[in-house]
Nanobody, 125 residues
Framework: QVQLVESGGGSVQAGDSLRLSCRAA?????????VSWFRQAPGKEREFAAR????????QYADSVKGRFAISRDNTENTVTLQMNSLKAEDTAVYFC?????????????????WGQGTQVFVSS
């Protein structure tokens, strides 16, 4: 088990940057988990944004954020970070970090048993 806590959300203008952090507040260290960021915009389903493997050597991104977002991890600090650059209004959503032990590296939210409470990102155009 792991309890996840996100931070770093806020309100910015289009073109600005934000950095989100996900840390393991309790339970097994974050280094034990594959971690993904998902986001959910108002009235829409939760969607995959980015993923990083346990070692941090492999990352994957949704097409909508590729080239603008970067996921990284510091296992010594027990954190996973999502650097979001060139933000657009359509990036407005609640962002969640999620953890799984599944080696299948799921893209679906169903593959992640552990979730943070979410952090709001609002991008004005």
């Amino acid at each position: 088990q792991v309890q996840l806590v996100e931070s770093g959300g806020g309100s910015v203008q289009a073109g600005d940057s934000l950095r989100l952090s996900c840390r393991a507040a309790s339970g097994r260290p974050l280094s034990n988990w594959i971690v993904s960021w998902f986001r959910q915009a108002p009235g829409k389903e939760r969607e995959f944004a980015a993923r990083i493997t346990r070692s941090g050597y492999e990352t994957q991104y949704a097409d909508s954020v590729k080239g603008r977002f970067a996921i990284s991890r510091d296992n010594t600090e027990n954190t996973v970070t999502l650097q979001m650059n060139s933000l657009k209004a359509e990036d407005t959503a609640v962002y969640f970090c999620a953890a799984t032990a599944a080696v299948s590296l799921p893209y679906s939210s169903n593959g992640y048993p552990y979730w943070g409470q979410g952090t709001q990102v609002f991008v004005s155009s």
